[in-house]
């Protein structure tokens, strides 16, 4: 790069129903590109409740820190707060991209303070998502039900977004993802 230019990284909110594979991606894109990083968010339940890697706190040790303005973003979905440190995006002033498992309510947050944000949507059909939430045996059927049928959730007007369809293999997702 030309003596003296500083490079930004860019801010990739990565947003889809749940059993849309977005985990799976997001893990299988920093193995294949480490100069990505992947914000570890807080979110108010347990870390032995598995996924991706977070840091678990209860709901007032998450209100405390939102209180303290820690957080860069922070929304409520599924009856569970989340929030991305505000520490977790310096990545960008060191020229790295960062990539946030953001939800789809957070999406008009995200823009409004980041209006440079880049959105991905990643999605399945409905029998892969119904196939994945019950393998991952978090849930009862009657609450995948209720998942699926906030899979269809509009997205806020004019909000620039790409769409992957994850409805092949692991590694075709992540190339997808790497793509975009």
């Known amino acids: 790069y030309p003596q003296g230019r500083r490079m930004t990284g860019r801010l990739f909110l990565v947003g889809g129903p749940s059993g849309a594979g977005k985990d799976t991606l997001l893990a299988g894109a920093l193995a294949a590109d480490p100069r990505l990083h992947w914000a570890r968010r807080v979110i108010t339940r347990p870390e032995s409740a598995g996924g991706e890697p977070f840091e678990g706190v209860d709901q007032a040790e998450f209100d405390r820190r939102w209180a303290q303005g820690e957080f860069a973003l922070h929304w409520q979905a599924h009856g569970l707060r989340y929030g991305v440190p505000k520490a977790q ?81 692991p590694a075709a997702g992540v190339a997808r993802l790497l793509q975009a």
């Open 89 to 169: 995006l310096t990545a960008l002033g060191e020229g790295r991209d960062v990539l946030v498992n953001g939800s789809r309510g957070a999406m008009a947050q995200a823009w409004a303070a980041y209006p440079d944000l880049r959105v991905i949507v990643i999605t399945a059909p409905a029998e892969v998502l119904a196939d994945r939430l019950a393998a991952r045996g978090r849930e009862g059927r009657a609450d995948i039900l209720a998942r699926l049928s906030r899979a269809e959730l509009a997205l806020p007007e004019g909000l620039p977004v790409i769409e992957i369809v994850n409805d092949d293999t």
